[in-house]
């Protein structure tokens, strides 16, 4: 089941198409691997303004006018000793992954001038987070 919510205050924001098709490609990609075979899976993606609480204290204020999307999902998780793993290139537990996705994934936040990490529980499934900054212009 794909549970898709975005805030209605959204504002119209430019990001390009590319980007922000990657990033959703990718993430959406690893929560549907992960949950192939399972009956119950879950995948929400949600989207709303960033807010001060919403942001960890470790991000700098610079992202308090964003976009918040997650995507979260109810697999297995990620353990506390892949945590960091995941991000980098050629990090795979799949067969026949690459370990490009999540590695491009923050790369491409970065160069938006965003942020990324993943927050969920371990064993209590995944959790996404990317910050993008609002350009209200190109
Ligand atoms: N939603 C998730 N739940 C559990 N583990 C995940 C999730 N997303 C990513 N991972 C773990 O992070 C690893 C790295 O993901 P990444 O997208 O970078 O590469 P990949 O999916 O293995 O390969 P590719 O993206 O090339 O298919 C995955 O192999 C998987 O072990
Ligand atoms: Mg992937």
Redesign the pocket.
Known sequence: MLKVSLQKNIPIFFINRESLSFILK??L???I??LKGSKRGVIAIKACLSTKKSIPKSISSLHQRGIHITIQ?N????SAR?KDK?WELG????PG???????GVSFIVEQLGGVCFENGLPTRG?I?NIFLPLKEEL
């Open positions: 990718e993430t990609n690893n929560s691997d992960i999902d697999g297995p998780g990620i892949h995941i990090f795979s537990k799949k992954g690459t370990g490009l996705g999540l590695f995944a996404f």
